[in-house]
């Protein structure tokens, strides 16, 4: 009894299915360490960065506004001084840059 090909081939198939799939994994790999995880990075700076915020620190927003913020009114929002007597509310996300920060006030 003679085997055919196809028959053949598929009994030694056991390590190739691995092998066939090896490229896709290394893709996935070096996709997750070139993209994924340094733009993870930089979303849990700049969460920190935005938390961070307190009355009198100069910031940028996205929208490329230098300002000072003069109050923070809840865990989302912030007022900004953009001008003398002209203040604005913000959302906390918005704010691209910290450009000075203003020291914590002593304790005691």
Not at 16 to 37: D, H, K, S, V
Not at 57 to 83: H, M, R
Not at 88 to 101: E, F, H, N, P
Request: without cysteine; charged residues 20%.
């Amino acid at each position: 009894m003679f085997a055919t090909p196809a028959y053949a081939q598929a009994a030694g198939g056991g390590t190739g299915a691995i092998m066939q799939f090896l490229p896709l994994i290394l893709i996935f790999a070096i996709m997750y360490f070139l993209l994924i995880r340094p733009q993870q990075k930089k979303l849990k700076m700049h969460t920190k960065m935005v938390s961070e915020l307190r009355r009198g620190d100069q910031i940028v927003t996205q929208g490329g506004i230098i300002a000072k913020v003069s109050k923070v009114k809840d865990d989302n929002e912030l007022e900004i001084e953009i001008a003398d007597g002209t203040k604005v509310r913000i959302v906390r996300s918005t704010v691209a840059q910290v450009l000075s920060k203003t020291e914590p006030a002593a304790e005691g």
